[in-house]
């Protein structure tokens, strides 16, 4: 058997003697030979292949603990297996950037917007327990300058899913500029977090929220869970948030495809929700400029896990107003077996110089 010594083995495979040194103690990639009175390391010539995919898993940044499992796998468990790494690589970047992109939008709010148009929200809320479920664990809320849904589960998912909203109901009663929104929204979502672990101290227990706070000119979105916001603009309905499930992983990973994800029999677990006990679960955040015409949805899975997106389109697009809206989908929704809690928000942004404010 051909041997190289440490350094020819590093040069081959692009790895340091350093790192072969710290793996050969992590039992990661093993010498073919130690002298036993030098102690050098001799490694195989069919080692390479090992230690250049070694190499090339580091470079992507798995943890080695992982790189220990993917080596082990057959090429095409291997295959499958690094696929899905990078999918939640991409989907924690993805997070990242949402992040910075509301930095970059929260600072230059501060300066002085060019246009005078004054905006308002006209709004309207509508929770219902659904055809099956003995009681309703959600909570809406709609007012001058706070939208909220959640979803409550466990056995305190009633007072949690209320908690979270009124923590956050406190901010419809005063003026919320858009370059202070990003610490009042900090505030509020430490005072959701303390709020539904006070209501819902077990650790089955939590809500999703899924809130927007309106400054007059933008809509700040607040997101953790499976409950959504929706965008009607122009005809056409874009999905603003991404849930927080396990199947929605599985689908930025590419182990499963939309369609197959809609019979899941884990397509409700949750990855990230209020709860006495999610100490890591940071809720997503994004600001959103507001347009005249603008008619936004925020709802429970009540809806769109039963009523296609579609027709979720079609219903907004026809009611002509929130309080129309709202009934229609909650009816929609119900009219599909209403098989657990439904709660909608529904708001349109309009000229402030046309009459009244619902």
Known sequence: MEMLTIGAFAKACRLSPKALRLYDELALLRPARVDPETGYRY?????????????????????????????????????REIRAYWGRVEAETAARRDLAEFLVDHLAAQSP??????????????SDTGLVRPVNQDTAHAGARVLAVADGFGRGGAPASAAAVEALRFLDGEPLPAGSVLNLLEDAIQGAVQAVRDAAPA??????????????????????????????RDGGLFLITHDHTVVQSMIDEGRLTPE??????????????????????????????????????????GLSAVVPSDEIRRTL?????????????????NDSGGPDNVSCVVADVVDGAETGSR
């Open 43 to 79: 490694y195989a010539v069919g080692q390479l292949e090992q230690a250049r995919l070694v190499a090339w898993l580091r470079r992507i940044g798995m943890p080695l603990a992982r790189i220990r499992q993917v080596c082990a796998m057959t090429p095409e468990s291997a295959a």
């Open 203 to 232: 650790a089955e227990d939590g809500t999703t929220l899924t809130a927007m706070v309106w400054t007059g000119s933008r809509l700040a979105l607040v997101h953790i869970g499976d409950s959504r916001a929706y965008l009607l």
């Open 260 to 301: 197959e994800a809609a019979g899941h029999p884990q397509r409700a677990l949750l990855l990230r929700a209020l709860t006495a006990g999610a100490t890591a679960s940071v809720p997503d955040l994004r600001l959103h400029d507001a347009r005249p015409g603008d008619r936004y949805l925020l709802c429970s899975d």
């Open 317 to 333: 697009a026809s009611a002509p107003g929130p309080d129309e809206a709202v009934r229609a989908l909650v009816g929609a929704a």
């Open 113 to 126: 917007r060019k246009d005078s148009l004054m905006l308002e929200l006209r709004f309207s809320a509508l």
